[in-house]
T-cell receptor, first 117, second 113 residues
Framework: DAGVIQSPRHEVTEMGQEVTLRCKPI?????LFWYRQTMMRGLELLIY????????DSGMPEDRFSAKMPNASFSTLKIQPSEPRDSAVYFC???????????????FGPGTRLTVL | AQSVTQLDSQVPVFEEAPVELRCNYS??????LFWYVQYPNQGLQLLLK??????LVESINGFEAEFNKSQTSFHLRKPSVHISDTAEYFC???????????FGSGTRLQVQP
């Protein structure tokens, strides 16, 4: 399997522009997570889906951020309008459903480095 | 709410020396514990995890971690490090109610020749 695929790998945009980040999870994984990594706040969850349904979006910073999962093989994270403080590395991860009491491993994509000027 | 504390932001160590990266967590429910490693400009990779059973878990590249419930700790150890172990290491927790991971702030391991 190719692993979790994210695009673009790098994005440079100007303040006020719309940004769309894309993720293709590993085939057969029905959990999908979006995380953000910054120097100030470290790694933090933005939102996660189970079977394409958003389960927890408590980490989404504000209304400027939105995420969708129209089908099992694709998700988007959109920022509109973007601001310089949104500059970060955005990771997508996917996992299988937990077996019994266990929690399955999350597999991370390479990330998208977003710079908002 | 869960939280993870990694007290050491950087740990410099010489090659072939032992190392311990500390991780403490806080949670009101039973947790699952993970160590992830991040090499420069890459995503995170699972190093090892504790779900249940034996409190000592091992990875394929010589790392091990021990779950200590009374001390709410999950420290990562390696008896002899290599230059290639230079990376950032993240401790994380999740639980049965919330599948997402809560990460610590990370520890940068710098292995020097």
């Amino acid at each position: 399997d190719a692993g979790v695929i994210q695009s673009p790998r790098h994005e440079v945009t100007e303040m006020g522009q719309e940004v769309t980040l894309r993720c293709k999870p590993i085939s057969g994984h029905d959990y999908l997570f979006w995380y953000r990594q910054t120097m100030m706040r470290g790694l933090e969850l933005l939102i996660y889906f189970n079977n394409n349904v958003p389960i927890d979006d408590s980490g989404m910073p504000e209304d400027r951020f939105s995420a969708k999962m129209p089908n099992a093989s694709f998700s988007t994270l959109k920022i509109q309008p973007s601001e310089p403080r949104d500059s970060a590395v955005y990771f997508c991860a996917s996992s299988l459903p937990p077996r019994g009491r266990g929690a399955d491993t999350q597999y991370f994509g390479p990330g998208t480095r977003l710079t908002v000027l | 709410a869960q939280s993870v504390t990694q007290l050491d932001s950087q740990v410099p160590v010489f090659e072939e020396a032992p190392v311990e990266l500390r991780c403490n967590y806080s949670s009101s429910v039973s947790v699952y514990l993970f160590w992830y490693v991040q090499y420069p400009n890459q995503g995170l990779q699972l190093l090892l995890k504790y779900l249940s059973g034996s409190t000592l878990v091992e990875s394929i590249n010589g790392f091990e971690a021990e779950f200590n419930k009374s001390q709410t700790s999950f420290h990562l150890r390696k008896p002899s490090v290599h230059i290639s172990d230079t990376a950032e290491y993240f401790c994380a927790v999740s639980d049965t109610g919330r599948r997402a991971l809560t990460f610590g702030s990370g520890t940068r391991l710098q292995v020097q020749p």
